[in-house]
């Protein structure tokens, strides 16, 4: 294989040198938390591309009222799926592969704790994938034996029971979900191993890096939550396999379908903060970096990040307002989802204090980060308004919520992986990306996510629900606008790959620290990395960490 | 400074310009939300539904001035501070105790007014006032029913209410769970199989309307065109990207377009309203429910109370409706049996040449009539090939005169010649399956043993509170005076619900009541005599008054 290539990249053994299949069985074999992170990130971007082609099916079909480009029933079984690329496939094993990389190299450790784990984590998700999306295929390919499930990634029974989806697409769609579910738990576990025990002299929990703080939450997150959903799913599928026997959700059997509401979103309302928490752990390394300023409050930083934590186990509720739990209950619920917006506001009032007063400079990581900071803000503005149970429920299940997780999940965590991406693209692979062609793709990007969902905001409010394969006509132009914003937004990340194939050829080398003034431990390294990535046990230079000015003298740099 | 750092720093102000441009252009949208009526809540039709438009004006204008907040700093910063030369170094501040938790504080206490201020319209939305009338939803793949218990208990397709009239609306499915949505009227509740979810209604009545739809003041047109718009050019580019051709996977046209007339929120009433005095409000469904989720629309009709009274008179003598098989086919069945009677292929078998609906005899016709009214579960052979959906029951839908239309329809479309039945017949029919006469009381007395045996199915439900032998905990059903000698109370406890115990009834149909009271007066060593399904459709109208 290519002898050019250096750090980590470099092939192990001879024959690896000459042989590219020895190569990639030396990557699939890797037990390297960095080969393990890119072949997550790999891997992530390909379900991506299958998420992105539901969704853009899905907009194709609205962009006119009445039946265009699917049939009715195909149509029902794009959202669930769409969601289940990007959510289960897509941002969570991308954010997994960026803190794979990182967070063993910014607490200073070699490996994670159990490197075999870790590659047994990442393997699990290809077959997952396969078998999840295996009735896509068979859906494309016009075999009507395996269909995809129509009840969405909610899958609420008895929708989701063997009486109303009999087809075994829904049970290869649950296996599918218990699989992943199964290897972010491993991740999770390893991940809290690895930073707990695993930290360089002087690195304490409260001189951690945002990054890998952000992960640790995560990782808590995941642990205390995936467990609930993949019981719910078992339940589900022994309802499906034996619905003679069990009948947890049947209101036939005695079941109560609302039960299954409690557990799916004891686990999916958690998991909005894995798929954000760990963007905001980007987000607070690449802005300080391009401020030349540290993060603004960092313990405050840390506690509202411990706090969206803790709330957001007590919240799940706000998924049923309208599911007929009483009102008591839903005013409780609704403080509580309230009061998450304290935390969240306050992280972005510190990023906004890190950048006041800096000295600015915007590379295409730092727009990134700057636009997700203003669309994210209208995400979490549209979430308070949500919250407010009269509000909801004229809102809830239309457009609106559409527009809202969009906000929160396009233009909050798919900003922060681009900003991410750029940020350790150097880093990761030891080449520089074109600057001009990122700050295109960070504009088209920013544009035409707000031409695709801010629309569905009004589209909500006039009353347009979801998951609706025709509409009202009244709705139809709205509509066109956000087919429009995007198949452009589709377009544009034409930009980014473009932008890849050319960094690949040009091989521009990056220097270690190619952004100057980051402060973390990766950038005290060669970029790519070396394969164990110190020589030497690294010992951390604590950092300035309480409020106020710092003493000028007060410089920290990362020991080498 | 040198020309090139002159230069240099024009440069930046022409990105900045840009930045600033571009953001602007971000922003209008967020503007065009704040402008009045632009982003206006659709429900303005009802006072509850004006107090939720208020909370959400008060909500939409605290979180646009913190949006204008947050950009002002955002801007201000990338204004004030980008990096004029290489070597700059910014004074190096961790933070400020003193401000974050000003901002905190601030924060905390802008979500608690929102808060209190939510709860304030929560309470006045969601608590229950006194009502005139209840009507019950029922929502089934992919229609829904009403019915009106106050009324004799028949059932309509659409909500017919009377304006300015607080109605109590009691929500339930029969399958999966669905969602009964009036924007216009700020109403939304899930449809949940096994039990009733109530939410109330107010509808503005046609007085409101005065004014706000001037076509109604000349003659209204017995039927209004589409309000469908022009879209052909994109609809035929979108066909051709497509593999298969429209007219082939949509031999019909969707539900929705038939009934587009009353769609975009257009309050005219048309066809068999016209001649009432009332506005409409478009229903939907918003739960995911399977492929035909989005076809789920019906009509919330608000009348005014003299129209409605004259409605509930017509609904019982009939009206002046004529009755259309056809109609009741297309809007029933065809979903099923599709609009020429082809079937669908495995599920449900086509109607066209069956030997089931083609063979002139009398027999032939009653089975026909029977399916219709009972439905039919299980694997059944048509033309040969073997067939396995679930086909509803009817009988509480259609009268003789609608099943008969319908059977009609069946039996002489499509080139099939399988003559015609009467009312007289369905009537008869009916009678034998024991089914009450439509849509009164029933009257021949249901089989003691079937009232047994379905109200042992019911009674799986009950085990975890009464115990399979009836003996459990405080809940004692054996040798329970209330089950032996309390009819009356009974189903006022099934329907009504207790402190302890939930309406569990309230959902059920008067034979299954009857079913389950008659089970559990006949078991645990109990002996009691069995109750009739009439007998609790009589005393459910007492009690539920």
Not at chain 2, 157 to 167: C, K, S
Request: glycine share 8%; aromatic share 12%.
């Amino acid at each position: 294989m290519s002898t050019t290539a250096k750090g980590y990249l470099a092939p192990l053994t001879k024959e690896a040198e000459t042989s590219t299949w020895v190569y990639l069985k030396e990557w699939f074999c890797s037990t390297d938390a960095k080969r393990i992170g890119v072949m997550y990130i790999i891997f992530s971007i390909i379900m991506g591309l299958v998420g992105l082609a539901e969704s853009l099916a899905i907009r194709i079909e609205l962009a006119a009222p009445g039946p265009t480009f699917v049939s009715d029933a195909t149509y029902m079984t794009l959202p669930g799926m769409h969601a289940t690329a990007m959510i289960f496939f897509f941002i969570i094993p991308l954010y997994t592969g960026f803190a794979n990389f990182l967070v063993p190299i910014q607490i200073g450790a070699p490996d994670m704790a159990f490197p075999k784990l870790n590659l047994c984590a990442f393997w699990i998700l290809p077959p997952a994938a396969l078998i999840t999306f295996s009735s896509v295929l068979f859906q494309v390919f016009g075999v009507d034996l395996v269909v995809p499930p129509d009840f969405g990634w909610t899958a609420y029974p008895p929708l989701s029971t063997a009486a109303y989806n009999s087809n075994i697409g829904a049970d290869l769609w649950i296996m599918g979900v218990i699989l992943v579910g199964t290897s972010s738990t491993m991740g999770a576990v390893n991940f809290l191993s690895t930073v707990f025990n695993m930290r360089c002299k002087n690195m304490t929990f409260f001189q951690l890096p945002l990054f890998t703080w952000a992960l640790v939450v995560t990782s808590f997150l995941i642990l205390a939550s995936t467990p609930v959903l993949s019981s719910a799913m078992l339940m589900l599928q022994l309802e499906r396999t034996m619905p003679e026997l069990f009948s947890f959700f049947s209101p036939q059997g005695g079941g109560d379908p609302i039960l299954y509401q409690h557990l799916f979103w004891f686990y999916s309302h958690p998991a909005v903060y894995i798929m954000i928490m760990p963007g905001f752990g980007i987000i607070s390394e690449i802005i300080p970096t391009f401020s030349r300023k540290p993060i603004f409050g960092y313990s405050v930083m840390v506690w509202s990040m411990i706090a969206i934590a803790v709330l957001g186990f007590v919240v799940w509720a706000h998924h049923m307002f309208t599911s007929g739990i009483a009102t008591e209950v839903r005013a409780g619920f609704m403080f509580l989802t309230m009061l998450i917006a304290v935390p969240t506001g306050i992280k972005i009032f510190s990023w906004l204090g890190t950048m006041w007063g800096g000295s600015l400079k915007f590379d295409t990581p730092m727009l990134f980060a700057t636009g997700f900071l203003i669309m994210f803000t209208i995400g979490g503005l549209s979430g308070v308004t949500l919250a407010s149970v009269p509000v909801d429920i004229e809102l809830h299940d239309t457009y609106y919520v559409v527009a809202h997780i969009h906000y929160v999940l396009v233009a909050g965590a798919l900003m922060t992986i681009f900003a991410g991406f750029y940020f350790w693209w150097p880093k990761i692979t030891g080449l520089m990306y074109d600057e001009r062609l990122g700050r295109i793709h960070f504009w088209l990007t920013t544009i035409f996510i707000n031409v695709t969902f801010f629309v569905q905001h009004y589209l909500g409010v006039k009353g347009m629900p979801r998951r609706y394969f025709d509409y009202d006509p009244s709705f139809a132009d709205l509509n066109l606008v956000s087919s429009l914003g995007s198949f452009a937004l589709a377009a544009a990340q034409l930009i980014l790959f473009a932008n890849i194939a050319l960094s690949l050829k040009r091989k521009v080398a990056a220097t270690a620290n190619p952004w100057k003034d980051a402060k973390t431990l990766e950038w005290a390294l060669s970029s790519p990395p070396p394969h164990h990535n110190f020589d030497e046990d690294p010992v951390w230079e604590p950092v300035e960490r309480g409020h106020g000015p710092a003493s000028h003298d007060a410089h920290p740099q990362p020991a080498e | 400074m040198t020309v090139l750092g002159h230069l240099s720093k024009h440069m930046n102000k022409c990105t900045i310009t840009t930045v600033l441009a571009l953001l602007t252009a971000l922003l209008i949208p967020g503007i065009a939300m704040a402008i009045p009526g632009a982003g206006d809540f659709t429900s303005l039709e009802s006072p509850s539904g004006r107090e939720i438009a208020d909370l959400y004006n008060i909500l939409a204008k605290i979180c646009f001035v913190i949006f204008v907040l947050v950009c002002a700093v955002l801007f201000g910063a990338i204004l004030r501070f980008r990096r004029k030369s290489e070597d700059e170094n910014p004074e190096q501040i961790h933070g400020n105790m003193k401000v974050e938790m000003g901002l905190l504080l601030a924060a905390s206490l802008i979500q608690v007014f929102i808060g209190i201020k939510t709860i304030d319209t929560m309470w006045y939305v969601e608590k229950l006032p006194e009502t005139k009338m209840t009507v019950e939803a029922i929502a089934y793949q992919w229609d829904w029913q009403f019915r009106y218990p106050d009324h004799g208990g028949f059932i309509t397709e659409d909500l017919v209410i009377p304006a300015y009239t607080n109605v109590k609306l009691d929500i339930t499915s029969k399958d999966v769970i669905h969602s009964l949505f009036v924007p216009e009227l700020g109403i939304k509740m899930d449809a949940v199989p096994g039990r009733f979810n109530y939410w109330w209604v107010n509808a503005d009545g046609p007085v409101n309307q005065v004014g706000i739809e001037p076509n109604l003041e000349g003659n209204t047109p017995a039927k209004l065109g589409t309000t469908r718009s022009d879209n052909t050019v994109i609809r035929q580019t979108l066909n051709a990207l497509s593999l298969v051709q429209t007219e082939e996977r949509h031999p019909n046209t969707s539900g929705l377009e038939q009934r587009v007339t009353y769609l975009a929120a257009s309050r005219k009433v048309d066809d068999k309203y016209a001649k009432y005095d009332a506005v409409e409000y478009r229903g939907m469904c918003t739960e995911l429910c399977g492929k035909g989720h989005y076809d789920m629309y019906f009509r919330v009709v608000a009348m005014t109370p003299a129209s409605f009274a004259q409605w509930l008179e017509d609904q019982k003598n009939g009206g002046d409706k004529e009755v259309d098989g056809k109609e009741i086919y297309d809007s029933k069945c065809a979903s099923c049996h599709g609009l020429e009677g082809a079937g669908i292929a495995g599920q449900f078998p086509p109607l066209a040449g069956s030997e089931w609906v083609t063979e002139d005899n009398d027999e032939n016709k009653r089975r026909h009539v029977q399916v219709v009214l009972e439905g039919l579960k299980g694997a059944v052979t048509v033309k040969g090939v073997e067939y396995n959906g679930v086909m509803q029951p009817w009988f509480n839908v259609l009268n003789d005169d609608e099943v008969a239309a319908v059977v009609n329809h069946e039996r002489t479309s499509w080139g099939n010649a399988g003559g015609e039945v009467d009312s007289k017949l369905v009537a008869e029919v009916r009678e034998s399956l024991g089914y009450p006469a439509f849509s009164a009381g029933g009257a021949i007395p249901v089989p003691e043993q079937d009232l047994i045996s379905e109200g042992e199915k019911i009674y799986a439900a009950c085990v975890t509170c009464h115990g399979a032998d009836g003996k459990k905990g405080s809940a004692k059903l054996a040798n329970s005076p209330k089950a032996l000698s309390d009819v009356p109370g009974y189903v006022s406890m099934l329907v009504n619900g207790t402190q302890a115990k939930s309406a569990m009834g309230q959902s059920m149909t008067d034979r299954e009541i009857a079913a389950i009271i008659t089970y559990t007066r006949k078991s645990f060593g109990n002996d009691a005599s069995a109750v009739q399904p009439a007998e609790v459709a009589r005393i459910r109208k007492e009690v539920t008054k």
